[in-house]
Structure formats: C-alpha cells, structure tokens
C-alpha cells in the first residue's frame, strides 16, 4: 500500500509522482490562438460570438478534446446609446446592461449630488424623482438603492475619462419570476470625469436639471455555452467519476483580449498539456466556457449549475476560474482570491511560480462562480494584478478594462504564460493528487474566531453553546483526520469526507441559506449564515428589535449547528471505519 503525505498546505500526493508539466506551456501559442481570436467583438448573444464559440470547438476538436456547444435561453441586456442634457447643453455619456431605456423623450430630474452613493449617503437624501450624480464605475447596488428610493435616473462620474462599461443587475442568472422585480427601474448613465466636474459646476450655481437619453436592448436570447468532457484513460490508477470544473467566460465587451480572451487561451493551453497526461489523472476534467457574463450577469454559468445541480452536487469537487490573466503590468498575484480549503493549493502555486506570497483574501463571490450553493469551493477568477494606484476603478486589471482599449497590445506573453502556469499547477494538483488537496482547517478556525467574537458580544442574550460545542469537536475530526492520512488510511473513503465537508461548509460561508437558488450580485459579508446572529448582537437590548432578530437568528443557528454536524459525521464515518 502506498503511504500518502499531508503536508502543512493540508495536501496529499503519491511520494513519487511528478510535477505538472510546466514547461509544455507555451506563450507563443496562446499569443497566437489570442490574436485569431480578437477579430471578434463577442457581446452576448450575437452572430459573432457565436463564431467564436464554433472557431474554439474546432480548435477543441483539432486539439483531441472534443467540445460540444449548446444553445440555452438567457435575459441578455445590451446597451447601445446615451448622452444626457443639462440647462440646454449636451454631454456624452455611456449607459449599462440591465439599466432601464429612457425612452424617446428621455428621463427628466433634478440632479442632487449623493457623493459615493453609499446606503448612508441614500438614507439622508429624499431622491424621489431625481437624478442622483455618484462617483466611481456604475454598479448594482447604487442602482438598486435609487431604485428603491424612486430616483429617476443615476449618474455616475468615471475616475477617468474613460467610460467603463458594465452591469448594474443586482439579480445573479437570469432573472426569474421571483427576482425580475429586483432589476433596475432607473436609467444608468456614466460621464468622464471632466463632463462630472461641469455638471457640480451647474450645481454649484444653483439648481440643476437633468435629462438622461439611454437605449438597452433587454431581452430573452439563444447564447452559447461549451463544454468539453475528459475523463482519466482507462489505464489510470484508481480513478473516479469525479471530477474538477474549469471555465471562464467567452462573452466581452468590444474585442475583449485581455477581459477575457486571455482566459480562454490559458485555460485552453492547460488542458491541451494535461490531455496528453490523462492516464495519470485521478479524476476527471471539464472545461466549461461561458456567455453571459458581461451582459447576462452570469447567466451562463447560472444556467448550468441549475440545469446540471444533482451531477455537479455528486461529482464535482471543486471550480477553477480564470478571468483577465497576462495583462501588461500585472505583477500581483498575491490579491487573487480562492475559498476556504484551495487556499493553501493556491498559495503554493503561486509561491512556486513567483516567489509571491497569497495575502489570504477571501474570494469575492464574482467571475461566474454560481456554484456555492453547491458546496462546491472555487479558486481564482482574476488573477494577477496590476499595482494599486491612484486610479481607483472596481478592480486593479488595468485602465483598459471594459473599454474599447481592451487589444492585444495590453497582453505581456510572459506574464501570460506565468498565469497558465500557475493555473496548471492548481488544475495538476486537483488532476493528479489521490487525497484531494483541500484542507478546511483553516477555514474552520476563521469560523471559530468569528464565533467567538459574537459570543463574548453577546453574553447571555444568545446562547451560541452548541455551535460553539459543535465547532470544537469539528476541529479535532478535521486534525484527526489529518493525522490518519499518513498511515495507509481508505483514500476513497477520505475523499468522500472531504467532499461531504465541502458541501456542508461552503453554503455557509457564501450562500444566505437556499442551496437551490442564487443569491443576489452584491457583496455578501464573510460567514453570512452567522449574519442574523449579528444583528442581535448589534440591537439594543430588551427591544422588539432584539426579539424580531432572535427570531431568524435561531433559524440560523439551527442550520450551522445541522451543518457543522454534517462535516462531523463525514469524518466520523471515516475515522470508525479505520479503526481510528
């Protein structure tokens, strides 16, 4: 029998198997594969990015990788014109996938100027039927406060003068018939940031009004989705039905090189490398790329976690994403983000590539990763960066980014090739390793610091005992089961554990609860189960505001305490059968 080794990464591998292929990976073919690809604008739904879709099945195909494209109905929403007018001038300006048309004659509001636009700034303004001016790149949750509030319309003030196109759907998928009231029903427009200074100088010289022209095109479309399938060879050395989802999104706005036609060539690379090498897979790969990103907020992917829930449930063990790689200037790789269990995966990586250090940030729930509710833990989406600057956009990949600057001048073939590497190392480790290399314990110790924190905020307004309880004995399985896989322990066995704690633990940490749907495109704080838990905290004692919370705080409990015991009897279940 052969000994596996968990390391301090909580990683297992055979002694003697070798290291991903490294140096198969080539930047002159991703270059080259990259500069056919960008004769084409891609936008959701279009003749040509269904060209680009049949133009990389066939280089799929050509490779030995058969792909297969399917067709899917998805609310994809383009937008095509806008300016806007003020005391009688007029201003070019940009406007956003999911933002309402303004209509011939336009949306007409006094302007008010609401700064950053946060739910403070919202809270002590009334914007009913006014257009409020914001700073920064357009974003969902100004449109959907404005949109509560009753604004007519949002302005928003780029840091630049450049435009950056974007959504503003605060709904994730498609909408359905319980979500398609959360849409936007303001016109979202965004100015330069000189065009931004004339409209404060207008309101510096007393009361101003706006009107805002804005034409989108929304609606329900056939878009485009491929998947390749590529189980280990039958020689392989105990393989099983699972396997790793790997993706990134097809879809752009103009030529898109960078966001995300860099993507795509990198992650077909690393499949073209490890497709030689299948009869040493442990599991299985699929590459799934998407459409709908841009314009559909993640309609794609959302699309197919719900039609494929019960397979990807049983057999996918974990998502690799890649979104905007090889950039010119992109340095950082230490601001990606990965879930729980694949940071230590990832921190090697990139350690081992680089020489750089993973900062620990926890992955933001963006780049298409619909699958939480799964319980299936990601990695990646954006992942090398470009240095913080004074430039302050959503993200740091570069000035270009949604823009039509986007070209491939703005890609470094080396560092290209760098951010294939790392990918390949990851997708090789999840590949190749019999014990899967996900290790919870960090994970769980977070979860443990924030419990302990609300407890002692608490006191004895709510008793958190049996999370707490619960948490501790989780712990020690998790060390326990550490330790045993060192001795010749059911490596089939130990997978499925590992497994099962990835279903349990996940949703808590990025889900609201429902498993079944996804929740919306906005920021959702770490550990959101334990969110209710917090709003106890935060009340004021003896108040009806306390007791409304403890009602949904006790719902919440209950679910992590179910939850946490899940992963116990997962390890249980090993453990007894080892003897152990």
């Known amino acids: 029998m052969q000994k596996h080794v968990m390391g301090s990464a909580g990683e297992s591998a055979v002694e003697a198997a070798d290291g991903p292929p490294l140096a198969a990976v080539s930047g002159e073919r ?94 002590q303004a009334d914007v009913g039927g006014r257009v409020v001016l914001v700073d920064g790149v357009a974003d969902p949750d100004v449109a959907l406060r404005a949109s509560r509030a009753g604004a007519v319309g949002v302005v928003h003030v780029s840091p630049h003068a450049l435009c950056h196109e974007m959504c503003v759907s605060p709904v994730w998928g498609s909408p359905s018939a319980t979500t398609v009231g959360d849409l936007p029903t303001v016109v979202v427009v965004t100015v330069a940031d000189g065009v931004g200074a004339a409209l404060r100088r207008r309101l510096a010289d007393g009361r101003a009004a706006v009107t805002l022209h804005a034409m989108v095109d929304s609606g329900w479309r056939k878009t485009p989705l491929l998947v390749a399938d590529l189980p280990p060879t039958a020689g392989a050395s105990s393989p099983d039905r699972s396997f790793v989802l790997v993706s990134c999104h097809v879809d752009t706005w103009f030529e898109g090189v960078m966001d995300n036609g860099t993507a795509n060539v990198a992650m077909i690379e690393v499949v073209r490398v490890l497709a030689d090498l299948r009869d040493q897979w442990r599991r299985g790969l699929r590459l799934c790329l998407w459409s709908g990103h841009s314009q559909g907020r993640y309609s794609g992917s959302a699309w197919y976690a719900d039609h494929h829930w019960l397979e990807l449930e049983a057999r996918c063990v974990a998502h690799v994403n890649l979104d905007s790689p090889g950039a010119v200037g992109a340095l950082n790789l230490t601001k990606t983000g990965s879930a729980g269990a694949l940071f230590d995966l990832a921190a090697d990586a990139i350690r081992e590539e680089t020489g750089q250090t993973l900062a620990g940030r926890r992955k933001a729930r963006s780049a298409d990763d619909s699958f939480p509710g799964l319980g299936i833990p990601s990695v990646f989406g954006s992942l090398s960066m470009q240095e913080a600057g004074a430039l302050k956009l959503r993200n740091e990949l570069g000035w270009w980014w949604h823009t039509e600057h986007d070209r491939i001048d703005k890609i470094d073939p080396a560092h290209l090739a760098r951010d294939a590497r790392v990918v390949l190392r990851v997708v090789w ?135 946490l015991r899940q992963a116990v009897l997962a390890v249980d279940a090993v453990l007894d059968r080892s003897g152990i």
């Open 30 to 123: 991703m270059m080259d594969l990259l500069g056919r690809m960008a004769r084409w604008t891609k936008v959701g739904g279009t003749e040509t990015e269904r060209e680009c879709f049949r133009f990389l099945k066939d280089h799929l195909d050509a490779l030995g990788v058969p792909a297969s494209v399917i067709l899917h109905d998805a609310y994809i929403s383009v937008p095509l014109s806008a300016h806007l007018t003020c005391e009688g001038e007029r201003f070019d300006a940009i406007t956003h996938s999911m933002a309402r048309s303004s209509g011939p004659d336009g949306r007409t509001g006094d302007l008010l100027d609401l700064g950053n636009g946060s739910a403070a700034d919202f809270a």
């Open 429 to 563: 480790g999840l590949l190749r390793r019999d014990l899967l290399p996900l290790d919870y314990r960090r994970q769980v110790a977070d979860l443990a610091q924030e419990l302990a924190s609300l407890s002692d905020r608490l006191s004895t307004r709510f008793d958190l005992q049996d999370a707490e309880n619960m948490l501790r004995l989780l712990r020690q399985r998790l060390d326990q089961l550490h330790a045993a896989t060192e001795y010749g322990i059911d490596v089939d066995a130990v997978n499925r554990a590992i497994v099962a704690i990835c279903r349990a633990l996940v949703p808590l940490d990025y889900t609201t609860g429902n498993r079944f749907a996804h929740d919306p495109a906005l920021p959702l704080p770490t550990w959101p189960v334990l969110e209710p838990i917090r709003k106890v905290a935060a009340s004021k004692p003896g108040t009806d505001e306390e007791q409304f919370a403890k009602v949904d705080a006790i719902r919440s409990r209950n679910r992590l305490v179910y939850s």
